[in-house]
T-cell receptor, first 120, second 111 residues
Framework: GAVVSQHPSRVICKSGTSVKIECRSLDFQATTMFWYRQFPKQSLMLMATSNEGSKATYEQGVEKDKFLINHASLTLSTLTVTSAHPEDSSFYIC????????????????FGPGTRLTVL | RKEVEQDPGPFNVPEGATVAFNCTYSNSASQSFFWYRQDCRKEPKLLMSVYSSGNEDGRFTAQLNRASQYISLLIRDSKLSDSATYLCVASAYNQGGKLIFGQGTELSVKP
């Protein structure tokens, strides 16, 4: 149980285009979904936290108009990188948490397999 | 100063060795702690949660010292398959439960 999928797993696009990444919780309803970014040889950096039906909370330094997050249901969140540039090339990983699964603690996050974005 | 700091790597050890990773955290409100394992170009996977009393799972032992704000992970009898990057993670309720990742320590186990 507690499986999270991401699509696509890899995307290569031209500079200036927009890219949408989907994150789905397959066998549970996610109370909260998180979006991370990881550059080579660096750790995961949280970009934003989103709860179903409400606006995402972005971390300091993350442009909300560039990284659009939609959390339309308890099993789906999307991240759209708008007008992507080469410096946006990174590994984007989503995770999901559920109060049901964590015994009420809600700490544990279940990670998707990640999306590798390359902007040419 | 990073909120979660780990030993710089890489650690290169022979099979069968015992290796220890250290981690410190700066937010005294941190309440939950984890060790994750991340293989190259893959997502992190939870290795174990860390409890105040310390906990063991097979060859892996995690310990927490709240007074020193220090977490450790001990791997005994290293296997080739243990080669990965180990991420120390803290979570604080005053930060909405979000996970703060350390930069990771790379382990390479050689035959």
């Amino acid at each position: 149980g507690a499986v999270v999928s991401q699509h696509p797993s890899r995307v290569i696009c031209k500079s200036g285009t927009s890219v949408k990444i989907e994150c789905r919780s397959l066998d549970f309803q996610a109370t909260t979904m998180f979006w991370y970014r990881q550059f080579p040889k660096q750790s995961l950096m949280l970009m934003a936290t989103s709860n179903e039906g409400s606006k995402a909370t972005y971390e300091q330094g993350v442009e909300k108009d560039k990284f659009l997050i939609n959390h339309a249901s308890l099993t789906l969140s999307t991240l759209t990188v708008t007008s992507a540039h080469p410096e946006d090339s990174s590994f984007y990983i989503c995770s999901a948490s559920s109060l049901e699964l964590a015994g009420g603690q809600g700490d544990e996050q279940f990670f998707g397999p990640g999306t590798r974005l390359t902007v040419l | 100063r990073k909120e979660v700091e780990q030993d710089p790597g890489p650690f290169n050890v022979p099979e069968g060795a015992t290796v220890a990773f250290n981690c410190t955290y700066s937010n005294s409100a941190s309440q939950s702690f984890f060790w994750y394992r991340q293989d190259c170009r893959k997502e992190p996977k939870l290795l174990m949660s860390v409890y105040s009393s310390g906990n063991e799972d097979g060859r892996f032992t995690a310990q927490l010292n709240r007074a020193s704000q220090y977490i450790s992970l001990l791997i005994r009898d290293s296997k080739l398959s243990d080669s990965a990057t180990y991420l120390c993670v803290a979570s604080a309720y005053n930060q909405g439960g979000k996970l703060i990742f350390g930069q990771g320590t790379e382990l390479s186990v050689k035959p």
